[in-house]
């Protein structure tokens, strides 16, 4: 069974950092595609970054701040995040997609004080 688990979420001060991991364990396909999206409060979820073996991407609204990375194994991804800002308190999901299929971690909360 797939499992991916985040840790790393907290209360932080505005301007502060905050690094989150997943780690993906129980695949025994090639991954494809890892990813951090994230929910607020009444607003929809949103993709933050992504990464795979080409490329990373990255939401304008983390440009500059965030950084996606992984492992060499690549079942764990990191998700660097500085300058937190209060619009930047939500739930943080991590997504892992490979030859079998698409799971989620379970999210784990970053709030952001002013």
């Known amino acids: 069974q797939v499992q991916l688990v985040e840790s790393g979420g907290g209360l932080v001060q505005s301007g502060g950092s905050l690094t989150l991991s997943c780690t993906a364990s129980?695949?025994?396909?090639?991954?494809?595609?890892m990813a951090w999206y994230r929910q607020a409060p009444g607003k929809m979820h949103e993709l933050v970054a992504t990464?795979?073996?080409?490329?990373?991407n990255y939401a304008d609204f983390v440009k500059g701040r965030f950084t996606i990375s992984r492992d060499s194994a690549k079942t764990t991804t990191y998700l660097q995040m500085n300058t937190l800002q209060p619009e930047d308190t939500a739930v943080y999901s991590c997504y892992m997609r490979d030859n079998q299929g698409i799971y989620w971690g379970q999210g784990t909360q970053v709030t952001i004080s002013s």
């Open positions: 990464i795979t073996d080409d490329m990373s």
């Open positions: 129980g695949t025994n396909s090639s991954i494809i595609r």
